[in-house]
């Protein structure tokens, strides 16, 4: 469940009809990563769903706006990818990995840098500034 808050506390929760995987805001509309069946719904502040889009990513997970494209990693396959918005795999990265035992923790956009968390023990995340291309 999805919620809006300030730094008063919650100001609303949205019901969305699946477990997302990872959220965006491309400026007009919000958007969730269904995981489990691999699209980005686009939904409205009511929470209603109004679109859906397959996305060319096997098990996507995590999710971040650039401003033209999506951003999301694949959890098995531990590669990052650069989707479009018509759901297309429009490149993919091999992001820096601490060890084989490391899980993917998070993405950020801010500005034109991509950030890339990892965890790397139970107590420690490693976050690369990543040059997306």
């Given at each position: 469940?999805?919620?809006?808050?300030?730094?008063?506390?919650?100001?609303r929760s949205y019901e969305l009809s699946h477990r997302t995987y990872g959220l965006?805001?491309?400026?007009?509309r919000y958007w969730s990563l269904d995981g489990l069946d691999g699209s980005l719904a686009a939904f409205d502040a009511s929470g209603t769903i109004s679109e859906r889009?397959?996305?060319e990513v096997p098990d996507p997970y995590h999710l971040e706006?650039?401003?033209?494209?999506?951003?999301?990693v694949s959890w098995y396959t531990l590669r990052l990818y650069k989707v479009g918005t018509d759901?297309?795999?429009i490149a993919v990265m091999d992001p820096p990995l601490s060890s084989s035992s490391s899980i993917q923790s998070g993405l950020a956009m801010a500005g034109s840098q991509l950030?890339?968390?990892?965890?790397?023990s139970l107590e420690r995340t490693r976050i690369y500034r990543l040059q997306p291309e």
């Open positions: 469940r999805p919620y809006e808050f300030d730094a008063d506390g919650i100001k965006a805001y491309d400026g007009a889009i397959p996305v706006w650039d401003g033209e494209q999506f951003w999301t759901g297309s795999a950030w890339y968390a990892q965890r790397v």
